[in-house]
């Protein structure tokens, strides 16, 4: 079982940069893939972004390409998205999400992950 806790919302005016953290929990995050995901009121969760294993590749959804960055750091079981040029259509709570051990595709849909965390609230005021 992984257990994962988001941190780094706040509001920020528009133009402004963020990062966001997700600390796991309960077991290594090393052995899986990891995504942050986003959902608006009255919208579906939206892909953002996904990391391999290793951090060597990375996949983004085309709102935040250029923007966003995700990165990972396995050695403190936490996995970063850095947000640059922040816009008020980024406004979200943002979900980090693990894949189960040995599922290795970098996948865009929701379901496809195992684990998430409760979200932490990103306001981008314009």
């Known amino acids: 079982q992984v257990h994962l806790v988001e941190s780094g919302g706040a509001l920020v005016q528009a133009g402004g940069s963020l990062r966001l953290s997700c600390a796991a929990s309960?077991?290594?995050?090393?052995?899986?893939?990891m995504g942050w995901f986003r959902q608006a009121p009255g919208k579906e969760r939206e892909f953002v972004a996904a990391?391999?294993?290793?951090?060597?590749?990375?996949r983004y959804g085309d709102s935040v390409k250029g923007r966003f960055t995700i990165s990972r750091d396995n050695a403190k079981n936490t996995v970063y998205l850095q947000m640059n040029s922040l816009k008020p259509e980024d406004t979200a709570v943002y979900f980090c999400?693990?894949?189960?051990?040995?599922?290795?595709?970098?996948?865009?849909?929701?379901?496809?992950?195992?684990?998430w965390g409760q979200g932490t609230q990103v306001t981008v005021s314009s």
């Open positions: 999400a693990a894949r189960n051990e040995g599922r290795v595709g970098l996948t865009t849909s929701p379901p496809t992950y195992d684990y």
């Open positions: 309960g077991r290594t995050l090393s052995t899986n893939v």
């Open positions: 990391i391999t294993l290793s951090g060597g590749s990375t």
